[in-house]
């Protein structure tokens, strides 16, 4: 479900955060909402660059019997 991605509930937490500043707190909104979204950014940044190396360094592993069941012809 959406609420499971902590990115997501992390980003809306900013979010609202950086509109209840701006509205409650107008003057000081500049100082106050300029790091709520460089940290909005810094999330969504992280989020994407850990899915691209989990895409990127997933390892394929397969195995391989040496030993068969199967009789082998003799040789002779």
């Known amino acids: ?14 979010l609202i955060i ?6 409650r707190i107008p003057e000081k909104a500049d100082t106050m ?5 460089t940290a909005i950014a810094a999330f969504v ?3 994407a660059t850990h899915a691209i190396q989990n895409a990127v360094t997933t390892k ?13 012809p003799k040789v002779e």
């Open 60 to 72: 394929s592993t397969v195995t391989k019997e040496d030993i068969s069941n199967a009789e082998t």
């Open 45 to 47: 940044t992280g989020y």
């Open 1 to 14: 479900m959406w609420y499971e991605n902590n990115v997501f509930i992390a980003t809306i937490a900013l």
């Open 33 to 37: 909402v300029i790091p709520i979204i």
């Open 18 to 23: 950086a509109l209840a500043v701006v509205f």
